[in-house]
């Protein structure tokens, strides 16, 4: 149960929501693999193996090892991407595609955490162009998202920048209690995966949410809540409040440097597709592959 409206006298609060799995039902980046494909990004087979990559992840999600994979795969992955063309596509299908499969739950406690005076932070190991509109439809005040740096050509150098992964959301969560000046014994933090254990133990109030195997019994052992999210439901459909236009999302100082793409997207297409889509691409403007 969330604690009343905060004193205002008191240091700030806030209550920091892992994104997959914990906000909404899916993989936020492997929901819009359809898109990215439609828009000439990936092929078939890649849908295809997108597809059952979202069932595995939905069966268990990706273990501390799949993470480490997918971190080595993205920055060969991306180098010669055009940024741009990543970000028209997740704001032309955000909508149609995010917005069904937001967990009521989730939406609920972030009107409780607003009503009460907390900020909202969105704590993802996915990317910023995918996590920073989905922040903003959310009504978050601030997200922390994987990275990558940019070249003057606007396009992926293949260099991460920052990955909000693991003990780095913890550390993300710190900082920004530092500069923002959270009083981390009263803040909150929800998540599903054992890899957020380091985020939900900085943390005074950690809540495991549709927990995997490893996390459920880690709370189970530390007497974390643990909360059973299984409502998705179209924002709209909800209370007139949650219609009204989001909120501008701040960027978290942690995760500011260049624009970046998510860790999910390795699982999109292989290597072999990179020069053949920026190829494709490069005759159109602010054109190239995600």
């Not at 260099?159 to 550390?171: F, L, S, W």
């Not at 495991?208 to 439901?233: G, M, Q, Y």
């Not at 624009?259 to 691409?281: E, I, K, M, P, Y």
Request: net charge negative; with cysteine; charged share 25%.
């Amino acid at each position: 149960m969330l604690d009343p409206v905060e004193n205002r006298s008191l240091p700030r609060t806030a209550a920091f929501f892992d994104l997959d799995k914990t906000v909404i039902a899916k993989s936020s980046t492997l929901t819009f693999s359809k898109s990215f494909y439609q828009g000439g990004l990936i092929n078939r087979r890649a849908v295809l193996r997108t597809a059952y990559t979202q069932f595995v992840f939905l069966a268990g999600g990706a273990d501390h090892d799949q993470m480490e994979r997918m971190r080595a795969y993205l920055s060969s992955l991306c180098r010669g991407w055009n940024v741009q063309q990543v970000k028209e596509i997740v704001a032309e299908t955000l909508h149609d595609l995010i917005d069904p499969i937001i967990y009521d739950e989730a939406a609920s406690l972030i009107e409780e955490h607003h009503a009460a005076g907390r900020d909202v932070v969105i704590v993802s190991t996915s990317g910023a162009e995918v996590v920073e509109p989905i922040g903003e439809l959310l009504g978050a005040d601030r997200v922390v998202a994987t990275r990558m740096v940019v070249g003057e050509d606007g396009c992926y150098t293949g260099d991460v920048e920052y990955y909000a992964y693991g003990p780095t959301k913890a550390e993300a969560v710190r900082e920004l209690a530092e500069s923002e000046g959270y009083d981390l014994a009263r803040c909150y933090a929800y998540s599903d995966s054992a890899t957020d254990v380091p985020m939900l133990e900085a943390v005074g109030h950690p809540h495991a949410v549709n927990p995997d195997r490893t996390l459920r019994k880690e709370a189970v052992a530390r007497e974390w809540p643990i909360l059973d999210f299984h409502r998705p439901v179209r924002l709209k459909q909800r209370l007139p409040s949650l219609s009204r236009p989001p909120r501008p999302v701040l960027v978290a100082a942690a995760a500011v440097g260049a624009a970046a793409v998510t860790a999910g997207v390795v699982w999109l297409t292989a290597r072999s597709r990179r020069s053949s889509a920026a190829t494709q691409r490069s005759g159109r403007p602010g054109s190239a592959s995600a």
